[in-house]
């Protein structure tokens, strides 16, 4: 059995109109439009620092490789020669923890010894998979 102060809130309950709705839909959507291209665009910077930082590591792994065998690996070796030792004379590795990572962007990173700026060369041609470009499309390398 219902009391009369139960009955009477419910019959005074209301929800919410369609237009007070809207509005906060507007004001929800006017602050994903501001507030949205500032964190999307720190994106792209990440991406960028993720590369480098994993070029490094390349690089240490490949100074080991050099301590261990005398040299850099070939270019038509490639970077898996730091993972997967294929008859190389010298080999004590694995030198990385896991297999050779893509770049950020999911593309192979190249690699090319001797390079032409140091004894390897290796870097991502970023998001746009083409060298050159600004942003999220620069070219991340081992020699700068």
């Known amino acids: ?14 929800g919410f109109t369609l237009i007070e709705l809207l509005v906060v839909m507007v004001i929800l959507g006017m602050l994903a439009a501001l507030v949205g291209p500032r964190l999307f665009g720190n994106v792209g910077k990440g991406r960028q620092s993720a590369a480098k930082t ?8 490949l100074d080991s490789f050099k301590l261990d065998t005398g040299r850099y690996p070939t270019t038509s070796e490639g ?9 190389i004379q010298g080999w004590a590795g694995p030198y990385l923890k896991k297999a050779v990572p893509n770049d950020p962007w999911g593309k192979p990173y190249q690699y090319l010894s001797p390079g032409t700026h140091g004894d390897y060369d290796m870097f991502s041609y970023g998001a ?15 020699w700068e």
């Open 1 to 14: 059995m219902k009391d009369a102060n139960t009955e009477k809130y419910l019959k005074n309950r209301r």
């Open 54 to 61: 994993q070029i490094e590591m390349l690089g240490q792994g």
């Open 79 to 87: 970077l898996n020669a730091l993972y997967t030792n294929t008859g």
């Open 128 to 142: 746009d998979g083409t060298a050159g470009g600004d942003g999220e499309n620069r070219d991340v390398n081992s």
